[in-house]
T-cell receptor, first 111, second 112 residues
Framework: ELKVEQNPLFLSMQEGKNYTIYCNYS?????LYWYRQDPGKSLESLFV?????AVKQEGRLMASLDTKARLSTLHITAAVHDLSATYFC???????????FGQGTRLTINP | DSGVTQTPKHLITATGQRVTLRCSPR?????VYWYQQSLDQGLQFLIQ???????AKGNILERFSAQQFPDLHSELNLSSLELGDSALYFC???????????FGEGSRLTVL
C-alpha cells in the first residue's frame, strides 16, 4: 500500500526566510501533485510533476521530483504572509488508478 | 473557480439521519472522486468513479454509498449519521483516472 509522508507537518516561519517541505512516498510512482488549501476552503492545484527530475516554479514556490529517491520537495523562497496555508502532496499509485494524499503541512508565516 | 460544483455548501442534521451530497464535475471530466476531511484525520479518500463505474475504493464506511450517473454527476449518500461523520466532504474531478484533480468548494456536514 502506498504511503505518503510529509515533513514537517507544522511549520512556523518568518517572512523573508527560505524553507523546504518534503514529501516521501513508499512505492513507485511517476506522477505527483502539490495542492494548497486555505482554512475552510477548497484545494487549489499548484504543481503537476510528471517525470524524474521535473522542476516547476511559480512565484516564490518551486517544486521538484526525484522518482528514484521517491521524494518531492516544495521550496519556499523569501516567504510572505500570503503563503500561509496547508500544503498537500498527492501521489498516483501506479497501476492502481488511485491518488494518495500526504497528511498536509500547515505553514504559518509571521510578519 | 475550479468548475466543480458541490451542493449543499453547508448541512446541519441530527444523528441517525441520512443526507445526500451532490457533485457536478468539470465539463468533459469523466472521473469523480470523493474525499472526507476532518480535523483529526486529514484528507481521506473515499471512492472514485470513472464514466459511471466504480474505479477505486478507499476508507468508505458501509453506511456511505455513492454513484455516478449517466450525465456524470455524482452523489454521496451518508446514512445512520454519527457525530464523527461531521466533516468537510470534497468532490474532485479529472479527465483521466489519474489526471490532475480539480476540487469543488466542499460540503460542510455537521451532525448534532
Amino acid at each position: 500500500e502506498l504511503k505518503v509522508e510529509q515533513n514537517p507537518l507544522f511549520l512556523s516561519m518568518q517572512e523573508g526566510k527560505n524553507y523546504t517541505i518534503y514529501c516521501n512516498y513508499s512505492t513507485t510512482s511517476d506522477r505527483l501533485y502539490w495542492y494548497r488549501q486555505d482554512p475552510g476552503k477548497s484545494l487549489e492545484s499548484l504543481f503537476v510533476l510528471l517525470s524524474n527530475g521535473a522542476v516547476k516554479q511559480e512565484g516564490r514556490l518551486m517544486a521538484s521530483l526525484d522518482t528514484k529517491a521517491r521524494l518531492s520537495t516544495l521550496h519556499i523562497t523569501a516567504a510572505v504572509h500570503d503563503l500561509s496555508a496547508t500544503y498537500f502532496c498527492a501521489v498516483v499509485v501506479q497501476g492502481a488508478q488511485k491518488l494518495v494524499f500526504g497528511q498536509g503541512t500547515r505553514l504559518t508565516i509571521n510578519p | 473557480d475550479s468548475g466543480v460544483t458541490q451542493t449543499p455548501k453547508h448541512l446541519i442534521t441530527a444523528t441517525g439521519q441520512r443526507v445526500t451530497l451532490r457533485c457536478s464535475p468539470r465539463s468533459g471530466d469523466l472521473s469523480v472522486y470523493w474525499y472526507q476531511q476532518s480535523l483529526d484525520q486529514g484528507l481521506q479518500f473515499l471512492i472514485q468513479y470513472y464514466n459511471g463505474e466504480e474505479r477505486a475504493k478507499g476508507n468508505i464506511l458501509e453506511r456511505f454509498s455513492a454513484q455516478q450517473f449517466p450525465d456524470l454527476h455524482s452523489e454521496l449518500n451518508l446514512s445512520s449519521l454519527e457525530l464523527g461523520d461531521s466533516a468537510l466532504y470534497f468532490c474532485a474531478s479529472s479527465w483521466t483516472v489519474t489526471g490532475e484533480l480539480f476540487f469543488g468548494e466542499g460540503s460542510r456536514l455537521t451532525v448534532l
